[in-house]
C-alpha cells in the first residue's frame, strides 16, 4: 500500500482515566493542525472520550516519532509519558480495531452504543475541517456501516444494563426502602440523565443539582427530580442518604472534610455513587464510617458482570470483524489506483470528444441519428482499450503491487494532485 493507515492510542486498558486524560487535546483544531505540520500526516482522525484518546492518520510516509513528539508537544506532557501506555499498530491491525470500536468490542461496556456515536461526531468533526481526506472518510464510512449492521445482527448492543441503571441498582442493593430516603443526583448531562431515567422507572423520588441552576430546572422538567441550588447542596450532605454525582469537575465536589463535618451528627448511613470519570468524589471519604462510597469502575464492573448475554456473542462479532478486514483492506488498497483510474478516462474521453467533433466537422454531419451512432462507436472502442489495463491496476493495487502503479503513473504521465 503505498498510503499506510496508523493507528495511535491511549485508552483505558493501558491506563489509568484520571492518567488518560492528561493526553486528550484540548483545542481540537489546533492538535489538527499541528499533526498534519509536524508529524508528516495527510489525513487525520481523533477520537477523544472519557476511556480514550485516539489518532487515526494516513500518510505516505509515517513516522511514530513525529506523532509522539507532537501529540506530547500539544498536551505539554514528557514523552516519556507515553512509554508503556502508547499503543500503535498499522493498516490491517488499524482496520480491526476501527471495526472492534464500531461494534462496541473496544469499550469498557460491551457493546455499549455511545461509542458508535462518538466515532460518527469524530469523523464529522474531522471532515468538516478538512482534517480528513478520501482514505480515512472512506475507512470511517466504511466501518461505521459495518459495526452499525455487526450491532444489528448479532444483538450485542442489546440486553444490558447501563451505568446509570447499575448504579440505581446498586443502591437498591446497599439500602434499604430506597422511597423512604432522600436521593440526591449531582449533574445534568448524559451520565446524569442515565441515573434520572432509572430513578423515575422505578418511581423514586431525588433532588437535583447542577452548577448552573437553569440546567438543573431544565433538566426537572424533562427528566423529573426536583431542582436544588449546587451551593445550598454542597453545604448540606447530610441531608441525603443516597448521592449519585456525575459531572466533569475538574477537582474532588465531594471532599473528606466536608463528608466528615456532614457525618457528625447523622443518624443513619450515606451511599455515594461516583459515575464521574476522572472522580469528582475524594476516594479517602469511604474510609468515613457510615459511608460506603462505590466509584465509576467498581460499578462499571458490576455492569461487566451482568453481560453474559453481550459476552457470548463476542466471538460472534469477532468472526465478521475477521471476515470484513481483509475486504478493508482491499478496498482501501484500491484507493491508491483511483485517481490515476480517473485521470486516464478523463483524458481519454476528452481525447475522444475532440477527435469526434474535428470528424464530424470534416464530414458535415447533421443527421442526429448517424451522429449517435458515431459517438457510440467512438466511446466503445475508449472503453475496450482503456478498461482493462485500468482493472489490472485496480487488481494490482488491490493485491499491494504499488510498483505497477508507480509505471503506469509514468506510462500515463500521471501527476499526483494531493
Ligand atoms: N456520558 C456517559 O455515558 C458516561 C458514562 C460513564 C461515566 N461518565 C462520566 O460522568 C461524568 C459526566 O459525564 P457526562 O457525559 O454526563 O458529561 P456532560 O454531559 O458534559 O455533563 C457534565 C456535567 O458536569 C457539570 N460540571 C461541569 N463542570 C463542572 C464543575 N467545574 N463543577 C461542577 N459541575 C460541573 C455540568 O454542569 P453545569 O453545566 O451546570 O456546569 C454537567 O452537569 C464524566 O466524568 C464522565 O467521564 C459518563
Not at 50 to 59: D, G, I, Q
Not at 262 to 277: P, Y
Not at 303 to 310: A, G, L, S
Not at 352 to 379: H, P, S, Y
Amino acid at each position: 500500500m503505498k498510503q499506510n493507515i496508523i493507528n495511535a492510542r491511549i485508552t483505558f486498558r493501558k491506563s489509568p482515566i484520571h492518567v488518560l486524560e492528561r493526553f486528550a487535546f484540548k483545542d481540537l483544531s489546533d492538535a489538527y493542525l499541528s499533526f498534519k505540520k509536524h508529524a508528516n500526516i495527510s489525513e487525520c482522525v481523533i477520537i477523544q472520550t472519557c476511556n480514550r484518546v485516539e489518532l487515526f492518520t494516513a500518510s505516505d510516509n509515517h513516522d511514530v516519532h513525529k506523532i509522539k513528539k507532537t501529540w506530547a508537544s500539544l498536551t505539554g506532557l514528557e514523552e516519556n509519558a507515553f512509554a508503556d501506555i502508547l499503543e500503535i499498530c498499522d493498516n490491517h491491525d488499524a482496520f480491526e480495531h476501527l471495526l472492534k470500536l464500531t461494534s462496541g468490542l473496544e469499550s469498557l461496556v460491551v457493546g455499549e452504543e455511545q461509542i458508535l456515536g462518538q466515532i460518527k461526531e469524530s469523523i464529522a468533526v474531522a471532515r468538516n475541517t478538512k482534517a480528513s481526506g478520501k482514505r480515512l472518510n472512506k475507512l470511517f464510512d466504511t466501518s461505521i456501516r459495518i459495526g452499525t449492521r455487526i450491532r444489528n445482527s448479532t444483538g450485542i448492543s442489546k440486553g444490558g444494563i447501563s451505568l446509570g441503571s447499575m448504579a440505581v441498582k446498586l443502591a437498591e442493593e446497599n439500602v434499604d426502602d430506597i422511597k423512604s430516603k432522600n436521593v440526591l443526583l449531582i449533574g445534568t448531562g448524559e451520565a446524569a440523565t442515565m441515573v434520572a431515567k432509572s430513578l423515575n422507572k422505578r418511581g423514586y423520588e431525588f433532588h437535583v443539582t447542577s452548577r448552573t441552576v437553569e440546567r438543573a430546572i431544565g433538566f426537572s422538567q424533562t427528566l423529573g427530580g426536583k431542582p436544588i441550588k449546587f451551593e445550598d447542596v454542597l453545604s448540606a450532605f447530610d441531608n441525603y442518604e443516597i448521592i449519585f454525582v456525575a459531572t466533569i469537575a475538574p477537582y474532588f465536589l465531594v471532599t473528606f472534610d466536608k463528608m466528615i463535618e456532614s457525618m457528625k451528627n447523622k443518624k443513619s448511613g450515606m451511599m455515594i455513587l461516583d459515575l464521574s470519570n476522572p472522580r469528582t468524589v475524594d476516594e479517602q471519604v469511604a474510609t468515613i464510617p457510615g459511608i460506603k462510597l462505590m466509584n465509576i469502575d467498581q460499578i462499571a464492573e458490576m455492569v461487566d458482570k451482568n453481560m453474559t448475554k453481550r459476552k457470548e456473542k463476542v466471538s460472534t462479532v469477532q468472526n465478521i470483524i475477521s471476515e470484513e478486514v481483509p475486504i478493508i483492506e482491499a478496498t482501501m488498497k484500491r484507493l491508491d489506483a483511483e485517481p490515476l483510474v480517473k485521470d486516464v478516462f478523463t483524458n481519454a474521453d476528452s481525447m475522444r470528444i475532440k477527435e469526434l467533433q474535428k470528424a464530424l466537422q470534416m464530414l458535415g454531419e447533421t443527421d442526429e441519428k448517424r451522429i449517435k451512432i458515431i459517438d457510440e462507436l467512438t466511446k466503445a472502442v475508449v472503453e475496450s482499450i482503456v478498461s482493462a489495463p485500468m482493472n489490472n491496476l485496480r487488481k494490482a493495487s488491490e493485491q499491494g503491487n504499488p510498483d505497477l502503479l508507480e509505471t503506469a503513473s509514468k506510462l500515463f504521465n500521471y501527476k499526483k494532485k494531493d
